[in-house]
């Protein structure tokens, strides 16, 4: 077994009407940054309940986060926070929010552009981050109960993790919340899912417990996502996923396990940064190409055990197990409405050649250590096939 480091300090209120919970842990905190998305948090009542039960709080707003959140947002709620010193960060919504929040913690204490601290996380002092706290809205990416964001700057085509102790403190999770989530949104945060717990899983070494982990995720996300969809204010299949999505990004998935390059999310990340594309549909077309590329004789036994425990497919070698296995897993993305392929979403092969230079530079995991090693040949085969 590899040896791991796990630190989650966030406290995780889950459940119907956790929002109650709302005044309690605002509590010590007078002045509000409060940040959102496009509105969606206005439609379905929760910005309401927000103000009606923090009415004795002094509330700055910072709207219109979008989805790959933008560098300019964070400047933004910079300005915002120091101008009304606020004390502590609200945000309300979906991954790119709270992703832009946890730059926002960052960077109210640092002297210079956000942006320099997506390039070099090290200059995060983890001493000055702004307390920040959300009430979650969508399933997916597991910003809730993690540690790091993603953002995009469109003015040099890049999207970019920055990490540091950014761990909300708390995250109230509330399925109901998500009822109101797009067929699309869901399938796509579903395949965000899935694409984490792969990323954990599909490793050079497991061990039985967090293999086991992260094979109930995906047979939990391959049950309740197509429920979801069908039924979305289906209660067990949303608070299913949503607690899936929190335990997706957290480490725990990578406990014990030979340690993973994150592969398939370097290479949709360039995707997205150069088209905006969403990121879950993004990861739906990546992975099953990234599993082609990766099976063989050597790492078939590794896909063969995620065919046998997941999908139950037992007739075979490990090799047909396999395939048939990946088969499955696109044949499932597609089921969900997912696109197969990038032209679909009108991505063309023009910055293949930026995307694989950039990501072998800036990515945090390397390459080289993946199931199958990867170089630039490999990112822009994977790429190519996925058009
Ligand atoms: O802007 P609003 O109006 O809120 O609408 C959003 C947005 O249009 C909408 N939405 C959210 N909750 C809703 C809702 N619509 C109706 N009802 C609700 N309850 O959904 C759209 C997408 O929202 P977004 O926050 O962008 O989605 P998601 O949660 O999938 O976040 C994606 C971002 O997170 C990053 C991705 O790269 C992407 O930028 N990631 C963050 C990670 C992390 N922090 O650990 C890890 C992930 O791998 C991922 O990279
Ligand atoms: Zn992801």
């Not at 601290?117 to 702004?130: A, F, I």
């Not at 997706?248 to 999310?265: F, N, Q, R, T, Y």
Request: charged letters at 25%; glycine letters at 8%.
């Amino acid at each position: 077994m590899y040896p791991f480091e796990l630190y989650l300090p966030t406290k995780l209120i889950f459940g119907k009407d956790s929002i109650e919970k709302l005044p309690e842990i605002m509590k010590p905190y007078k002045r509000i940054l409060l940040t959102y998305g496009g509105g969606s948090i206005k439609k379905i009542g929760i910005y309401d309940k927000v103000k009606e039960l923090l009415a004795d709080k002094e509330i700055t707003e910072l709207s219109g986060i979008a989805p790959n959140p933008k560098v300019d947002s964070a400047r933004e709620g910079v300005k915002l926070a120091r101008e009304h010193k606020c004390e502590v960060i609200l945000a309300v919504g979906g991954g790119s929010v709270i992703d832009l929040s946890k730059l926002i913690s960052a960077a109210v204490a640092y002297d210079g552009d956000p942006w320099e601290l997506v390039q070099d996380p090290s200059r995060v002092d983890n001493e000055k981050v702004m307390p920040l706290a959300d009430i979650l809205t969508l399933a997916a990416t597991g910003s809730e109960y993690d540690n790091s964001g993603v953002i995009s700057n469109p003015a040099t085509d890049e999207k970019m993790p920055i990490f540091g102790e950014l761990n909300p403190f708390a995250s109230i999770l509330d399925p109901t919340y998500t009822f109101s989530v797009s067929a699309f949104q869901t399938a796509a945060g579903s395949a965000d899912i899935m694409s984490h717990t792969f990323e954990s899983y599909l490793v050079k070494e497991g061990c039985t417990l967090t293999d086991g982990l992260c094979e109930a995720m995906l047979r939990t996300v391959i049950k309740n996502a197509p429920i979801a969809i069908k039924e979305p204010d289906n209660y067990e299949a949303r608070a299913e996923l949503m607690q899936a999505a929190s335990f997706g990004c957290c480490g725990i998935l990578a406990d014990g396990m030979a340690p993973s390059a994150w592969v398939c999310h370097g290479i949709e990340h360039e995707i997205s940064a150069y088209t905006d594309i969403t990121h879950g549909a993004g990861l739906a077309v990546i992975t099953p190409h990234w599993m082609r590329y990766s099976l063989n004789a050597e790492t078939a036994p590794r896909f063969a055990q995620y065919g046998r425990n997941v999908w139950g497919i037992h007739e075979g070698s490990d090799i047909e197990i396999a395939s048939k296995a990946i088969d499955k897993t696109s044949e499932f993305f597609k089921s969900l409405g997912l696109p197969s392929t990038l032209s679909e979403m009108g991505v063309s092969a023009e910055h293949f050649e930026d995307m694989a230079d950039h990501v072998l530079k800036i990515w945090f995991g390397d390459f080289k250590t993946a199931l199958r090693p990867l170089d630039k040949a490999g990112i822009l085969e994977i790429l190519n096939a996925s058009l």
